[in-house]
Every structure is written in C-alpha cells, then in structure tokens.
C-alpha cells in the first residue's frame, strides 16, 4: 500500500507561478515513476506529466510544455510540480499518481495509487 500526498495550492493570479509536493509513504513507494493529472470541473482528469523512478526521464503533455517542471528527491519521497507562466485555464485540482509501469503512462487506469488532490486556482 502506497499513500500520497498533495500541498502547494492555492490561489495564484494569471503569470504566476506555484510548487505542489507529492509526498508518499508506504512500503516500495519510492522506486516508481510518478505522474501528475488534474481536473478542472465538469472536464475529465487529463493527463500533465510524469517523471521516472530515477529523475532522469520527465514526460510533458503539450499543453504544459515549457511552463511546468517535474522533478523529484527520492531521499524524501517527494515528487515536484513546478508551475511557471500559470494560466486561467490551468485552474483544477492537481493529482500525483503512482505506477509500476516503466515508464509513467498518460492513461490514468494504468495507475494504482492517487492523492487526495489539491486546488489550484488562477484568477485573470
């Protein structure tokens, strides 16, 4: 069992930037790769990035692409989101995932474990 954990939401005006930390507890949780969904209201939970167990290898969906950052500290079981030039539209619920995949898969069904999710809001 594996068990994450969200912070660093909040409400942050269009240009902005925030930090959400993914922290997991739990046995085996460190040695995975991690992916980061949101969810805006009344939309589906989409895909936003993910990184491999090792930090080597980070993976961006278009739409974040230049402006988000993943990274994480295997030493604390954290994985990082780090969110620059922040858009009205990047308003949501941010999700940190954990696979047994290889490689962090866009699909959410192919993760077996989620974080409560924390809000993100950017106002124009």
């Known amino acids: 069992q594996v068990q994450l954990a969200e912070s660093g939401g909040g409400l942050v005006q269009a240009g902005g930037s925030l930090r959400l930390s993914c922290v997991a507890s739990?046995?085996?949780?460190?040695?995975?790769?991690m992916g980061w969904f949101r969810q805006a209201p009344g939309k589906e939970r989409e895909f936003v990035g993910g990184?491999?167990?090792?930090?080597?290898?980070?993976y961006y969906t278009d739409f974040v692409k230049g402006r988000f950052t993943i990274s994480r500290d295997n030493a604390k079981n954290t994985v990082y989101l780090q969110m620059d030039s922040l858009k009205p539209e990047d308003t949501a619920v941010y999700y940190c995932?954990?696979?047994?995949?290889?490689?962090?898969?866009?699909?959410?069904?192919?993760?077996?474990?989620w974080g409560q999710g924390t809000q993100v809001t950017v106002s124009s």
């Open positions: 995932a954990f696979t047994t995949l290889r490689v962090p898969p866009t699909n959410r069904s192919q993760y077996k474990y």
């Open positions: 739990g046995r085996a949780a460190s040695p995975y790769p």
């Open positions: 990184i491999s167990w090792s930090g080597d290898s980070t």
